[in-house]
C-alpha cells in the first residue's frame, strides 16, 4: 500500500443549538503520520473526527485530503477506512465476506476481491478464519477483522475511533503495538480518538490533547508529557506535582522560581522570557523526584506509601500548602510513616507552564 495522504482541516467549527462543539480548528497531518485526539467526553474529537468522515458537516472551514476538498463529499467518496469501538461487523457474513463487503460495493471482480481479502486477512495474522463466523471470533480478533475490512479498499486516511476500548486491558496494551505497527508497515495516514492517554502516547507520532472545542497542545508523545504548556494538560496526561511561585531571574531556558509554600528555590526549565517577579506554576512528574540526604530541594513529611506492582506511590505533606504531593520510586525506601524527607529533581524535569505565567 502507498496511497497514503496528508490531511488537512482549515477553520473547521461546528455548532449544536446553542453548544460550540467545534471552535475554529486547524489541523495538519503529514503522509504516513499517525495523530491521536486526547481529552475528556465533550471536548470535541469526536466531532471533530465525524467532520473528517463525513458524519457531520462543519458551519465553517474546509476538508482536504491530499489536493481535494472533501468538504461536501459523502463519506464513501472520501477514500477513508473507518474502525469503531464496537467494530460494526456483520453477523451474518463470514469473516471473508465481512473483509470483501467494500470491495463489493465498489464492483470489484470476485477474482480481485478473494486475493485481496486473503492478503489483508495475512496482514493481520488471520489468513485461516476467512470462513469462520463472527461469533465464533474473539474480541481481539473482532477487531482484526474490523482493521482489515478498514484497509482492504486501500484508503488514503485511516480513521480510528476509540478501536480498543472493549477490550481488556493485557489485550488493549498488546494490540496498540499491533495496530501501530501495522500503520507503520503500511505507511497510511492515520487519526485515532482516544480518552486513554497512555494509548495516545503510546500509538501516536503526535498527540494532540483538547479541550472545549479546541486543540490546546499538540506535539510529539514525549513533548507533550515531558513539557506540557498548561495544567490542564499536564494533569490530564497523568500525576502532576504542581507548584506555585515567583520568578527571580532568569539564565537562558532557566528561570530561578521561588515557591510561595516554603521559599525553597527551584530552578526551571522555559521556553520563552519570563518577567522578573511574574507569579508562576511548574509542574514535577512523580517519577522525576527523588529522595535524598542533602540540605537541598524541598523540606516533606510522608504521610503514607502504597505499592502499585511496578513502583511505590509516596504521599507527602509539605509546610504551608494544603495538597499532597507524590514521589514514585521503583524500591521501597527506607522512611516510616510521618518520617521527614528531603525531596529533589532533576532541573530539567522541573517545567514552567508557559500558560500559567502571570496568573
Known amino acids: ?37 486526547l481529552g475528556p467526553s465533550g471536548c470535541g474529537k469526536t466531532t471533530t473526527l465525524r467532520i473528517i468522515a463525513g458524519f457531520e458537516n462543519p458551519d465553517t472551514g474546509s476538508v482536504h485530503i491530499g489536493d481535494r476538498d ?14 469503531f469501538q464496537n467494530y460494526s461487523l456483520f453477523p451474518h457474513m463470514t469473516v471473508g465476506e465481512n473483509i470483501a463487503f467494500g470491495l463489493k460495493m465498489r464492483g ?17 495474522r488471520l489468513a485461516q478464519y476467512e ?35 472493549a477490550l481488556d486491558k493485557n489485550l488493549r496494551e498488546s494490540m496498540q503495538f499491533e495496530l501501530r505497527e501495522i500503520q507503520n508497515r503500511l505507511g497510511i495516514t492515520a487519526i485515532i480518538v482516544t480518552h486513554d492517554q497512555e494509548e495516545a502516547l503510546t500509538m501516536s507520532d503526535r498527540v494532540a490533547v483538547m479541550l472545549d472545542g479546541q486543540i490546546v497542545q499538540i506535539s510529539a508523545p514525549i513533548d507533550i508529557y515531558e513539557r506540557p504548556n498548561s495544567r490542564f494538560v499536564s494533569e490530564f496526561l497523568g500525576t502532576a506535582n504542581i507548584f506555585s511561585g515567583r520568578a527571580i531571574g532568569q539564565a537562558g531556558d532557566k528561570v530561578l522560581v521561588t515557591l510561595d509554600e516554603n521559599g525553597a528555590r527551584i530552578p526551571t526549565h522555559a521556553s520563552s522570557q519570563v518577567p522578573e517577579g511574574a507569579s508562576v506554576k511548574i509542574a514535577v512528574r512523580p517519577e522525576r523526584m527523588r529522595f535524598h540526604d542533602g540540605p537541598d ?29 507524590y514521589v514514585y520510586s521503583g524500591e521501597r525506601e527506607d522512611i ?21 505565567v502571570g496568573r
Open 297 to 325: 530541594g524541598v523540606a516533606a513529611k510522608v504521610r503514607g506509601v502504597v505499592f502499585r506492582g511496578s513502583y511505590y506511590a509516596y504521599e507527602l505533606e509539605l509546610p504551608g500548602r494544603e495538597d499532597p504531593i
Open 70 to 83: 472533501v468538504t461536501d463529499l459523502p463519506p464513501h467518496r472520501r477514500g477513508l477506512g473507518m474502525v
Open 131 to 165: 470462513d469462520r463466523s463472527i461469533h465464533q471470533l474473539s474480541g481481539g480478533q473482532q477487531q482484526r477483522i474490523a482493521l482489515a475490512r478498514s484497509l482492504v479498499t486501500d484508503p488514503a486516511v485511516l480513521l480510528l475511533d476509540e478501536p480498543l476500548g
Open 1 to 37: 500500500m502507498d496511497n497514503s495522504q496528508p490531511l488537512r482541516l482549515t477553520q473547521i467549527s461546528k455548532n449544536f443549538g446553542a453548544v460550540q462543539a467545534l471552535k475554529p480548528l486547524d489541523l495538519h497531518v503529514e503522509p504516513q503520520e499517525m495523530i491521536a485526539l
Open 336 to 356: 516510616s510513616a510521618d518520617g521527614r524527607v528531603m525531596v529533589t529533581w532533576p532541573d530539567t524535569y522541573s517545567i514552567l507552564l508557559s500558560e500559567e
Open 108 to 124: 470489484i471482480g470476485k477474482s480481485d476481491r478473494t486475493a485481496r481479502t486473503r492478503s489483508a486477512l495475512s496482514m493481520v
